[in-house]
Structure formats: structure tokens, C-alpha cells
């Protein structure tokens, strides 16, 4: 599966952004799908996944409801709305799939076989 993340921006601290990661293939609704990011001068770190059958789960030290990730299956893509936008949301957002992942593994970048191509999004006044 190939993966097309965009939405990436600047926006202001308290703006809001949505990043779509279109994925290939038509298969999708059997993957798994995360979106992790990565700051300059820090590790990546895992902000949302969904499994193929919806569960959910976030990152729960900086996401605290600000973002949501959702799935249109129809559309083979995956979103992340992301609210209240703080100056340290600021990254290179990737997307990433995976056909065989649930549970905890779902935050697991290493877990992931498939991975786009990062969309960058800046928060800053």
C-alpha cells in the first residue's frame, strides 16, 4: 500500500488543522492506521492509530482531546483533526499501515510496515 499524507500548515497557537493520509489499494479497510510525528532534535513519537476495526487509542500525554482520528473506508483515507493547536504540536506528521497490528501494538512505530511521506505542520504566532 502506498500512502499520501497532506494538510500540514502553519497556523496560529489555538488553530485548528486536518491532516488526510489517501492510501492505495483496495484493501484498506484491513489496515491498521497511526499517525505519528517528529520534531527536530527529538525521537518520533506515536499520536493516534485506528485499528481496521475502529478501536481507537491516542496519545495520552499530549493529545488530552485535542485531536481526533477517524477512517473513511470508502475513500481509502485516514484523518487526524487536530484542535487547539499548541507551538510544541509542531512536526513532520507521518502516516502509517499496517495489516496485522491491534491492541498496543497500534502505538508501535516499529510495529508498522507501511509509512508515507511526512506532512509538516508549524504552529506559531
Known amino acids: 500500500v502506498q500512502l499520501q499524507a497532506s494538510g500540514g500548515g502553519v497556523v496560529q497557537p489555538g488553530g485548528s488543522l486536518r491532516l488526510s493520509c489517501a492510501a492505495s489499494?483496495?484493501?484498506?479497510?484491513?489496515?491498521?492506521m497511526g499517525w505519528f510525528r517528529r520534531a527536530p532534535g527529538k525521537e518520533r513519537e506515536f499520536v493516534a492509530a485506528i485499528a481496521r476495526g475502529g478501536y481507537i487509542t491516542y496519545n495520552g500525554e499530549f493529545v488530552k482531546g485535542r485531536f481526533t482520528i477517524s477512517r473513511d473506508n470508502a475513500k481509502t483515507t485516514v484523518y487526524l483533526q487536530m484542535n487547539s493547536l499548541k507551538p510544541e504540536d509542531t512536526a513532520a506528521y507521518y502516516c502509517?499501515?499496517?495489516?496485522?497490528?491491534?491492541?498496543?501494538?497500534?502505538?508501535?512505530?516499529?510495529?508498522?510496515?507501511?509509512w508515507g511521506q511526512g506532512t509538516q505542520v508549524t504552529v506559531s504566532s
Open positions: 502509517a499501515a499496517d495489516p496485522g497490528i491491534s491492541g498496543s501494538s497500534l502505538q508501535v512505530a516499529d510495529a508498522y510496515d507501511y
Open positions: 489499494g483496495r484493501t484498506f479497510s484491513t489496515y491498521a
